[in-house]
């Protein structure tokens, strides 16, 4: 608990004050003088899923002819585990059409995002959003965000139990307020109450959480999710009868700021093991911990990683036992091999059939040569089964019928959706944040400026004979981490127009993460550098070497760096 003496944040304040998470938002959205909400409406539309923006390719222009700046709103809708039906998707993609930039950003998190959107058109597309079965709150602000999970149910009887598992969870800790419902779905004012509602928020209180919470499942050997880049992760344990329970990990998170040495990425602890029926308990246990003892004075050290380094592991496991009245068990012995998504068709055992698409950076569009959106809508219209958003923003076509793939080939071939036949192992691993035009945090390009690196890159590797070679690299505007770029072979986080920290030496599985080996070079350092080390590489690795592995053992980079308790 934040002693007295200790200044909240603004953040907290505006949460205190918000009647839980209303504040003037209702105000905003009717005052047509401006385009924008007010600035504490900004902090409390997040919890409804909603980030206010600006183009920042305009901002200059705009603000030499003295005009406010392009405001705009990015929606982020969660869908809990991916699993997303054709009418979802069809429902977004007329939505991203009809009021946002005419594309469909997928995320890191297996959600979605429209960018773009006028305030005058952010209750439509709201309303919209939830005609269609899935919501937009507790996708952004301090909650528990949506919960991740390899997203293949029909994988395995164990993928099915662990898919709901997670939905369980997401559930379990969606805000309780009857703010959203009351402003953005009841009435033409959001003024009127929900029938008989009385608000409180028993597992968060009155001003949620100390800052962003986020919970994922793996099922190994895919460590698709990057299990240790979150602060609550479960990793499936299966035995002879099946889903025995779930390794706990606490403690990951990426989030860094430029030039601040108390802030830092961080690999997840490992706590204990758990049976499936206590996962709900000890994830409410963990988040009413970090709810209470999490830093409200400070945001940028208020995620539970500090909150653990501060008090130690033991404490949070003491204090967790104490709270849920028994002892966690020992973790078990597991394996990851992989981080990346499987590209291709696949077959499930119930002898349906899944596709794997890649689309570069998560971005669906018609734009250039590209018709992926008309594409992915052709084939919602015919699809029987689901979409599955992966945690590498892509989409998995899933539940096809032996007799549909063909046709299914057809229109993915048709609007050059097959891309993951012909890319290299490089591109698809490859992952960038949105950064510029949309992220008001962004310091470098990223979406627009990886595609681009990854084509020199790939000369390199053809150059070194390794362009069969699979490697993870990552790309952010800026430390914030949205990519997870500390856990790529190849991480590049953003410091200025044109110019990146070059991170390398993360282990291919994302157990290890990565170092930063060079700061602030531009585009003729990095490959100039990667150069070099990809002949050494390419001279010296051993036998299904990775090049992560190979930084280390070739003294490139010391060991010593963090690396998760496998
Ligand atoms: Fe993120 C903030 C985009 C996953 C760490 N993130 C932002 C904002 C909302 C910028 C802002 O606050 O104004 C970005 C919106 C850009 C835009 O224009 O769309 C943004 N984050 C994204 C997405 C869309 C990146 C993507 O290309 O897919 C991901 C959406 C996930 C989702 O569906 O919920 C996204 N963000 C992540 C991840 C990866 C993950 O969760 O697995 C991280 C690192 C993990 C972590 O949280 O530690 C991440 N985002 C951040 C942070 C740093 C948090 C910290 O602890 O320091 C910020 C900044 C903040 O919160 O103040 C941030
Ligand atoms: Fe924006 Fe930075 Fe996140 Fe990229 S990493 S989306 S630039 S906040």
């Known amino acids: 608990?934040?002693?007295?003496?200790?200044?909240?944040?603004?953040?907290?304040?505006?949460?205190?004050?918000s009647n839980f998470l209303r504040g003037t938002i209702v105000e905003s959205l009717q005052d047509s003088a401006s385009s924008a909400i007010a600035e504490d409406d900004?902090?409390?539309?997040?919890?409804?899923?909603?980030?206010?923006?600006?183009?920042?390719?305009?901002?200059?222009?705009?603000?030499?002819?003295?005009?406010?700046?392009?405001?705009?709103?990015?929606?982020?809708?969660?869908?809990?585990?991916?699993?997303?039906?054709?009418?979802?998707?069809?429902?977004?993609?007329?939505?991203?059409?009809?009021?946002?930039?005419?594309?469909?950003?997928?995320?890191?998190?297996?959600?979605?995002?429209?960018?773009?959107?006028?305030k005058r058109d952010l209750k439509a597309s709201i309303r919209a959003i939830n005609d269609s079965l899935l919501d937009t709150i507790a996708a952004c602000g301090d909650v528990n965000r949506n919960v991740m999970c390899t997203p293949l149910p029909e994988a395995s009887a164990i993928h099915r139990q662990v898919f709901e598992i997670a939905q369980t969870l997401s559930e379990h800790f969606t805000p309780h307020t009857t703010a959203y419902h009351e402003i953005w779905l009841l009435s033409e004012h959001g003024r009127e109450k929900v029938a008989g509602s009385k608000d409180s928020e028993p597992i968060y209180g009155p001003t949620y959480l100390p800052r962003k919470f986020k919970m994922s499942f793996a099922i190994p050997p895919r460590n698709d999710v990057d299990v240790f880049a979150h602060d609550l992760s479960f990793i499936a344990i299966a035995g002879k009868d099946g889903l025995e329970g779930f390794n706990v990990t606490v403690g990951g998170g990426m989030g860094v700021t430029h030039g601040d040495p108390a802030t830092y990425p961080r690999l997840a602890d490992m706590l204990g093991f758990c049976t499936p029926d206590q996962v709900v308990e000890i994830s409410e246990a963990i988040v009413k911990i970090q709810r209470d003892n999490g830093d409200r004075s400070e945001r940028k050290h208020a995620r539970l990683k500090y909150t653990i380094d501060d008090r130690g592991l033991e404490w949070l496991h003491d204090e967790i036992e104490r709270r849920i009245g028994y002892r966690l068990a020992q973790d078990r012995p597991f394996e990851f091999t992989h981080t990346g998504d499987l590209y291709g068709w696949q077959q499930t055992a119930d002898d349906r059939w899944h596709l794997c698409l890649f689309l570069e950076n998560g971005r669906v569009a018609d734009k250039g040569g590209s018709r992926q959106m008309s594409g992915l809508r052709a084939i919602a219209k015919v699809l029987k089964g689901e979409f599955r958003l992966t945690p590498n923003q892509n989409v998995i076509i899933s539940n096809v019928n032996a007799s549909d793939r063909a046709l299914i080939d057809r229109l993915v071939q048709e609007h050059g959706l097959d891309n993951y036949r012909h890319a290299s192992p490089l591109r698809l691993n490859s992952m960038a944040c949105v950064g510029f035009p949309t992220c008001g945090l962004s310091m470098a390009e990223s979406e627009r400026y990886l595609p681009d690196l990854v084509d020199l890159i790939e000369a390199l590797l053809v150059k070194h004979d390794l362009e069969e070679q699979a490697i993870t690299i990552r790309m952010t505007g800026c430390p914030n981490g949205c990519a997870r770029p500390y856990l790529a072979e190849i991480g590049l986080v953003g410091k200025g127009p044109g110019l990146y920290n070059l991170h390398l030496g993360a282990a291919f599985n994302g157990t290890r993460l990565n170092q930063k080996v060079r700061e602030s070079v531009h585009e003729a350092e990095i490959l100039a550098l990667l150069d070099e080390l990809l002949a050494d590489y390419s001279g010296s690795r051993e036998p299904n070497e990775a090049f992560g592995d190979f930084m280390l053992r070739s003294g490139v980079l010391q060991s010593g760096t963090e690396e998760a308790a496998v």
């Open 1 to 17: 608990m934040n002693t007295p003496s200790e200044k909240l944040t603004a953040v907290e304040i505006i949460k205190a004050n």
């Open 42 to 118: 900004t902090q409390l539309s997040k919890f409804h899923g909603i980030y206010q923006q600006d183009d920042r390719d305009k901002r200059e222009e705009r603000r030499r002819q003295l005009l406010e700046p392009d405001y705009q709103f990015m929606i982020r809708a969660r869908v809990p585990g991916g699993v997303c039906t054709p009418e979802q998707w069809l429902a977004l993609d007329e939505i991203a059409r009809k009021w946002a930039n005419g594309t469909i950003r997928l995320t890191t998190r297996q959600a979605f995002q429209l960018h773009g959107v006028l």
